[in-house]
């Protein structure tokens, strides 16, 4: 009878334990298919998806009234305007920066990691020069031209890549295949030392010496005198062009000049560079660039520095105060930077010169890019975009071939070659 009893107790517990696992099981289906209800609620009505639309509407509403502007031609002569419009539109043409990296400091550091390299085959040559040095230049030769079978008269652009850039960086290899489209030869001017050949005095480089580039220029037309001669130069290469320009003005075989992120003031340049974000990003690398150029060359260089205090050096300032300063005789960073500075000659610019700036660049600001001083020269004009960074003009969704410089550079470079009289007679 007990035994019975307890038996039917079980059974009720059990019974019990059953309908409130049932229960339990039911409310938590409720919930979750609640919870389901309120997410294919969200979606379905269209919530979730008028979100991403909104946001990506205010978005190209932005980029387009914001970041996608023509660019600011800026030019005294007339006929140097119409020049280019009909010539070289792209300068007149709005300019669509990269959507996803269109910021200056973005589009300065992802340049060299997203354009292709496209494959040059150099010929070099060691030329020496007057203090007993040697400078290594690079030639595209285009003997496969199409457009200029005659070596003799195949028009040449002289390259002038950065401060410590070289015939291997992508913006040169841009530049020397946009050329080859067209038939033209090419040859990259690598500042002593830099492009693995030995010092042979303990002399490198600057933005203001121009003994080098003078001796390279000559040197190239007297192997071609009758080849038409134009040159581009980047960033400092843009500046030490730029230089020579205002130091010879007429007196030179060029014909005229593309000037791409030139450093217009020195000292607003640095001044830029030593910001602490700038100076993270930039400086600190540039520096240890600069360091690792000169380090080959110790043994020679150790004769007339302290290479171990040029070597502490944590700012572009402190290697030039250090080094570069010293190296050209002058009696302070001062008074190197003042002659460095390009903005101070260019009123005696005497050929046609193409200058490209952004105006988001913080290797050379906006407010420090001459723009009145321009305006009183006839044979300048400055194309400065919104957008750019430094060496950068990147654009299209993934810009793996072509920039916005690169257009420049090919409609400039054709434009000077194969209309260039109607510019010269100005």
Request: proline fraction near 4%.
């Amino acid at each position: 009878m007990q035994s019975h009893c307890y038996f039917s107790w079980r059974q009720k517990h059990r019974s019990r334990q059953t309908r409130e696992g049932l229960a339990a099981a039911i409310r938590a289906a409720g919930r979750e298919h609640a919870e389901i209800q309120v997410r294919v609620g969200l979606f379905g009505s269209g919530v979730g998806l008028s979100l991403v639309l909104g946001f990506g509407v205010a978005y190209a509403c932005y980029y387009l009234s914001s970041i996608a502007k023509k660019p600011q031609l800026v030019a005294s002569n007339e006929r140097f305007c119409r020049f280019l419009e009909e010539y070289c539109p792209v300068v007149t043409e709005t300019y669509y920066p990269t959507i996803w990296c269109w910021e200056g400091r973005v589009q300065t550091l992802l340049r060299p990691f997203i354009t292709s390299r496209p494959q040059v085959q150099y010929r070099n040559e060691l030329i020496r020069t007057a203090d007993g040095g040697q400078i290594s230049l690079d030639w595209f030769d285009n003997n496969d031209s199409l457009y200029y079978p005659d070596a003799s008269t195949r028009p040449t652009v002289l390259l002038l890549p950065g401060l410590t850039g070289t015939s291997k960086e992508s913006y040169i290899l841009h530049m020397i295949h946009q050329s080859e489209t067209l038939g033209y030869r090419c040859v990259v001017f690598n500042n002593r030392g830099i492009a693995g050949e030995e010092l042979l005095t303990p002399r490198t480089y600057c933005a203001a010496n121009t003994e080098d580039l003078e001796a390279v220029i000559h040197h190239i037309h007297n192997l071609h005198p009758s080849a038409p001669f134009m040159a581009a130069g980047v960033s400092m290469g843009g500046m030490l062009l730029l230089n020579y320009l205002g130091k010879t003005g007429r007196d030179t075989p060029l014909m005229a000049a593309a000037i791409f992120s030139a450093g217009w003031n020195v000292f607003e340049s640095v001044e830029s560079l030593e910001k602490p974000l700038n100076w993270l990003l930039f400086n600190y690398y540039l520096t240890t660039c600069l360091q690792s150029s000169i380090s080959r060359h110790r043994q020679m260089l150790e004769k007339l520095f302290d290479m171990d205090l040029v070597m502490k050096a944590r700012t572009v300032r402190e290697f030039d105060r250090q080094f570069t300063s010293v190296m050209f005789g002058y009696r302070t960073i001062d008074d190197y930077y003042e002659d460095a500075s390009p903005c101070r000659k260019l009123k005696s610019v005497g050929i046609p010169v193409l200058c490209l700036n952004s105006v988001d660049d913080v290797f050379s600001p906006g407010h420090a890019i001459p723009v009145e001083t321009a305006k009183q020269n006839a044979n300048v004009a400055l194309v400065l975009t919104s957008c750019g960074g430094h060496i950068g003009f990147l654009e299209g969704i993934w810009p793996r071939k072509c920039t916005y410089m690169d257009r420049v550079f090919k409609q400039f470079v054709q434009a000077v070659f194969e209309h260039g009289n109607k510019i010269f007679s100005m």
